[in-house]
């Protein structure tokens, strides 16, 4: 992007603007988009949005969450997943469904939110637990939510840098029965 510019290349963008505008019927509050496409006004990253930049340290491209700070959660340079990753705000674009499905998968696989396995849903409030029955796949929302499916209905593994915990179910014998309620129990029959 162009850093200086000319007063009068100035003066002759803002003179296009106002004929464009005046002959679209475009409002006024259409300024900031045509000064960004212009060059004159660097675009302002969302917060919440998967952004693709290079690492504050350059080694190479992350996928991360803005935050608004600089800072974002996400994939860092290695493709590893992170809670806290410092990045360029400048030269940011827009992450592509494309590029972070295949990342949440593999990150979703590494966690063991796999078939077979006990999950709590992260979008509804059940307290249920289900188990992972089907496929991934990409939710439509800007923050890319990762689903997957029971039987009976859709779960979200992943949702704004939280991830669903596989839940574990032991086994318990008598004795560990009785060593966790602190006294011995007898079973009638």
């Known amino acids: 992007m162009k850093k200086e510019f000319s007063k009068r290349e100035v003066l002759d963008y803002l003179e296009e603007y106002r004929v ?3 002959k679209k019927g475009a409002a006024i509050n259409q300024l900031d988009k045509f000064l960004k496409s212009k060059g004159l006004l660097d675009e302002e990253l969302e917060k919440g949005v998967w952004y693709k930049s290079l690492t504050i340290f350059d080694q190479a491209d992350a996928l991360v969450v803005y935050d608004g700070t600089g800072y974002g959660y996400g994939f860092n340079y290695q493709g590893n997943w992170d809670n806290s990753i410092a990045f360029h705000e400048e030269g940011a674009t827009k992450a592509t469904k494309e590029e972070i499905e295949p990342l949440l998968i593999a990150e979703a696989k590494r966690r063991g939110l796999v078939e077979g396995v006990e999950v709590k849903c992260l979008s509804f409030s059940k307290d249920d637990s289900v188990t992972i029955k089907r496929k991934y796949y990409m939710g439509t929302h800007s923050d890319f939510q990762l689903w997957t ?3 009976d209905y859709g779960i979200c593994i992943y949702r704004r840098g ?3 915990t596989p839940i574990t179910k032991t086994e318990l014998t008598i004795e560990r029965i009785q060593e966790k309620l602190g006294y011995k129990i007898k079973i009638v029959e």
């Open 20 to 22: 464009h505008s005046w």
């Open 162 to 164: 939280k991830w669903a």
């Open 149 to 151: 499916s029971s039987s």
